[in-house]
C-alpha cells in the first residue's frame, strides 16, 4: 500500500465490485484489512462531488459504500508517541475553524492494536483542541449530538490521515461517515 489520502469501508460482498469502480475516480490500493481500500485523488474536491453524482445515480454503489473518509493532512509514525505528536500538530492546524464551535473528535484505528486505543487518543486531541482555544480566547465545547464540525482521524498501519467535516459537508456528502 503506497500513500493515500482516502480511505474507503466496503459493505459486504461488494469489495471486488467496488474497487473496481473508483478506479475511475483515484489510484486505488488493496489494504491488509478486510473490506478496507485506500484511495489516492488527485482533485478532492471534484473526486467528492463525482462520487455523490455516482451515488446518487446507482443505488449499488450507495448501498455498497460503508464510510468514505478523505484526508486532509496525512502523516507516517512508527510509535505511540510519535503518533500522538504528530497528531496534536495536524489538528492545531484547524484551530482557526474550531474557534468558538461544537465540536468532537473521531478515530478509526487499523493497525497497532493494543498499541493505540481510539478512544483515548480522541480524548488526547479534543483536550488539547480545548486548551489551545480557551488559551486564545476562543473557547470551543465537545459536543456529539449535531456537532458545528468533526474532526476525524483514520490510520491504516501506519499512515495517518485527518479532516474537519462541517455539518454542511456531511450533509453534502452522505457517504462522508465519521462514525
Not at 69 to 88: C, V, Y
Not at 101 to 112: E, I, L
Not at 153 to 173: C, F, P, S, V
Request: with cysteine; charged share 25%; aromatic share 10%.
Amino acid at each position: 500500500m503506497r500513500d493515500w489520502n482516502v480511505v474507503v469501508s466496503v459493505r459486504g460482498e461488494c469489495y471486488q465490485w467496488v474497487r473496481k469502480h473508483l478506479r475511475e475516480y483515484a489510484r486505488v490500493d488493496r489494504t491488509d484489512f478486510y473490506n478496507i481500500l485506500a484511495l489516492r485523488v488527485e482533485d478532492m474536491a471534484a473526486f467528492l462531488v463525482e462520487l455523490r453524482q455516482a451515488t446518487e445515480a446507482d443505488p449499488k454503489l450507495r448501498d455498497c459504500l460503508a464510510r468514505v473518509m478523505p484526508a486532509q493532512l496525512s502523516f507516517t509514525f512508527q510509535t505511540p508517541e510519535d503518533f500522538e505528536a504528530r497528531a496534536t500538530e495536524a489538528v492545531s492546524s484547524f484551530l482557526p475553524q474550531l474557534a468558538g464551535k461544537a465540536f468532537y473528535v473521531r478515530m478509526h484505528r487499523r493497525g497497532f492494536r493494543g498499541v493505540l486505543a481510539s478512544q483515548r487518543e480522541e480524548r488526547l486531541l479534543a483536550r488539547h483542541v480545548l486548551e489551545a482555544l480557551q488559551t486564545a480566547g476562543t473557547p470551543a465545547t465537545v459536543r456529539f449530538t449535531d456537532p458545528d464540525v468533526v474532526i476525524a482521524l483514520e490510520t491504516i498501519g501506519q499512515w495517518a490521515g485527518m479532516a474537519l467535516w462541517t455539518r454542511e459537508d456531511l450533509a453534502r456528502y452522505p457517504f462522508v461517515q465519521p462514525e
